[in-house]
């Protein structure tokens, strides 16, 4: 079966250690089968557990799906602190290197984080986690680019406000096909550069 997870014999995971590879499984599941098929029963079937396994972990599809959408968000941001941690940069190395950490992390779900936004649409729950996790990323996002702009510290949040907005959206045109992920973060690059250095009215 696609998607099955055969767990070694006599290898007895701890709690965490299952956690981890159901939310694996889960995502496995959403990349080759779509966010439609993830399903508790379905997911505990694939990472070979019962149903109430997978149900304790997560009690309900939306606290799954939740937890997915902080787990690439997780992922996310340690690209972004990962291509960020040493040397000292041009603002214009730094807007590359920004663009590139944002835009790959889409290539590397292949789409997934737009799969479970999707399924999540309308949910009060993932609007309130979403409005975090974009908090968190503005606030990692303008203390970058702090060093290169004299904007106001609001100022900056709320641009950077946009540019996330921007990078998403040219993300979204890459997985879609429309541009390759090169095009993708080099456009997302000028616009940073463009956003900072742009005067406050």
Known sequence: MKGKAVEPTGRRLSREGRRRQLLDTALRIVREQGADRLTLGHLAACAGVSKPVAYDHFGTRSTLLIELYKLIDSQQSNALREALTSGERSLEETADMLAAAHVHCYADTSGEWHAIGAALAGSEEKESVYQELL?????????????????????????????IGAGDALSGAMVRGNCSEAEAARAFASLIHGGVQAHSR
Do not use: H, M, N, S
Request: with cysteine.
């Open 135 to 163: 908090d968190g990323y503005v606030q990692r996002f303008a203390a970058v680019l702090t060093p290169y702009c004299e904007l106001a510290d609001d100022e900056l949040e709320r641009r950077c406000v946009g540019l």
